[in-house]
């Protein structure tokens, strides 16, 4: 995709610029960042146990949020030699990144064992629940459900095998068969529709407070100061000292996720409420140390579910992630649009904030209260016979 960018502005006078669109088309065969990214995770995900993948899960978010405050001035001094020169740059910096992938070894790495699956209670255990309130991801593994799990497998792949698609959505069902499995993708789903107001954020405090262009800049770099705070120190080193405490890395990823979201809901509550044109400024801090949720959710959810399937895993949230976007941009823009007026003049007013508030409040709530219910591996009696 970059060297088709690259080779249309190098030829410009045989080529059209317009052709630069088609760049797009390369997405269907090699997936764009997202797939990037997704192998990327997966492959850290296999080379790492449970307890390190959370931190090295946070530095990697924290790249690109660095990249946003250096990579300007850098692309700059660039361009100031050539036009080209940037592009030529980042097509040597993607391929070597290609070759250190490439020279991993796979058979490398601290984590080789699967998902440790949690029972379903008897309902002799029933009665026993309301006063043994152990927390549902410190339970020991019971060695036969991983058994039984195995024979539903080969049970179903024998009911599926010839239909693609029906292969397809069987291994999809048992990566995602827990229901804290499936909180993790709404989670996901939820996150990104949230966060699609703060791109609306640059307009708003243009409309309401009279920014001019160039300061809200500023927007933008308060966000990427919080999510740098936060991906590259806070919650790695929150990580390592609750991993050297004996706390299992599930139970802090959903303590961060909690605290990230509350963080969200305060921050997109501070814009829709602004009464000056510091309160932007605020909300943005907010939604970058907010960032935090993401690896967090990566990292719960590896714990989760299969480990030997984490490539197609990561795959799956890059869709997710992508729908979330396609979802969250007409409703931010609606919301957006309320109060907004030409004649007479009239900024938004901010509705857009609220909702992403009101997302991030179910989600905590969700994650709050919710693990009590969640987290069992349910297996239909019909498949274990």
């Not at 924290?62 to 692309?75: D, E, F």
């Not at 809200?216 to 000292?241: D, E, H, K, N, Q």
Request: glycine fraction near 6%; proline fraction near 4%; hydrophobic fraction near 45%.
């Amino acid at each position: 995709m970059l060297a088709w960018i690259v080779l249309i502005c190098a030829y410009d006078t045989v080529f059209k610029v317009q052709y630069a669109w088609l760049s797009a088309a390369f997405l269907f065969s090699g997936g764009g960042t997202r797939v990037f990214n997704s192998l990327v995770f997966a492959t850290v995900s296999d080379h790492l146990a449970h307890s390190r993948r959370a931190k090295y899960l946070y530095l990697l978010h924290a790249g690109p949020h660095v990249n946003r405050l250096i990579t300007p001035r850098i692309s700059a001094a660039l361009m100031d030699k050539t036009l080209l020169t940037p592009f030529i740059v980042s097509f040597a910096l993607l391929v070597t990144s290609l070759v250190v992938v490439l020279c991993l070894d796979e058979r490398q790495g601290d984590n080789r064992s699967n998902v440790q699956y949690e029972s379903v209670p008897s309902e002799e255990q029933t009665s026993v629940a309301t006063t043994d309130e152990t927390h549902l991801l410190s339970r020991p593994p019971e060695p036969g459900i991983p058994k039984l799990m195995s024979i539903a497998r080969s049970r179903s792949s024998s009911r599926t095998s010839g239909n693609p698609f029906c292969e397809f959505t069987s291994r999809v069902a048992r990566l995602f068969s827990t229901s804290a499995a499936h909180f993790c993708v709404v989670a996901f789903f939820l996150k990104r529709v949230a966060f699609t107001s703060e791109g609306f954020m640059f307009q708003y405090a243009s409309e309401k407070f009279g920014w001019k262009l160039q300061h809200t800049t500023w927007l933008r770099v308060s966000a990427a100061i919080g999510a740098i705070f936060t991906t590259l120190i806070a919650c790695p080193t929150l990580a390592y000292y609750f991993s050297t405490t004996g706390y299992k890395a599930a139970h802090v990823n959903i303590w961060i996720i909690s605290v990230c979201l509350t963080i969200l809901i305060i921050g997109f509550l501070d814009a829709f409420l602004a009464k000056s044109g510091a309160f932007p400024l605020v909300a943005m801090l907010f939604a970058g140390r907010g960032e935090g949720i993401e690896p967090a959710l990566q990292g719960l959810i590896t714990y989760l579910t299969d480990s030997s399937a984490n490539t197609q895993l990561f795959t799956i949230l890059a869709l997710v992630d992508t729908v979330a976007e396609f979802t969250g941009g007409p409703l931010t823009t609606s919301l957006m649009a309320i109060g907004r007026s030409e004649e007479p003049k009239h900024a938004s007013d901010g509705w857009c904030f609220f909702g992403s508030s009101l997302w991030n409040g179910v989600t905590n709530m969700a994650d709050t209260y919710g693990w009590r219910y969640l987290g069992y591996v349910h297996v239909p009696r019909d498949l274990v016979g």
